[in-house]
């Protein structure tokens, strides 16, 4: 039990800070200045285009190697799962802003809205509502990449796992039951995805 509170502690965390992260980095990928939509691309393709486990460990291991940064295990986890989820939402709400159709746009500004008011109040709301299926399948592969938080020791699911598979050797009883608990988790979160599926996207 110890093992699954931390693995929803840090997949709780990690995914309000990806969802936060990727909101940013989408609006910066549809600035009209250029810097801006160049460090968002180049953020995006960094973490789309590296495992991440290679991520995992240049957080912890490669920034922890720098005299003015020092991470423990946790926030490490946490902050690579965040990143590595924000790259994801922030193509997911990207899209999802564009498919919105322009002339909600035109419409919002001849009522005397401004940009950001548009965004908003009118763009964003709709949005949101389309892209809730893709969020949800995104946050269920976050979920799964807890799990390899193990590896430099957070004291998560599978690592209790570990811890008790080396006391007793009941590997296959131990990890049939840490598999069950993960689907049980993912489909906990299914269903709250269908729940607000049928509110927000259906209705």
Known sequence: ??????????????????????????????????????????FINAIRGTPFIVQLFFIY????SLAWISFDNVTAGIVTVAINAGAYFAEIIRAGIQSIDKGQTEAARSLGLTSSQTMRHVILPQAFRRMLPTFTNQSIISLKD???????????????????????YAAFEIWFIVGVIYFILIYLLTLLSDFLERRFVLR
Do not use: E, H
């Open 1 to 42: 039990m110890d093992g699954l509170q931390m693995t929803i502690y840090i997949f709780l965390i990690a995914i309000v800070l990806g969802f936060i992260i990727g909101l940013i980095v989408a609006l910066l990928r549809l600035s009209p200045i250029k810097i801006l939509n160049w460090i968002a691309i180049w």
């Open 61 to 64: 291991f490669g920034l922890n």
């Open 146 to 168: 807890t799990s390899l938080l193990s590896i430099i020791g957070v004291a998560d699911l599978v690592q209790r796992g570990q811890v008790q598979t080396a006391a007793t």
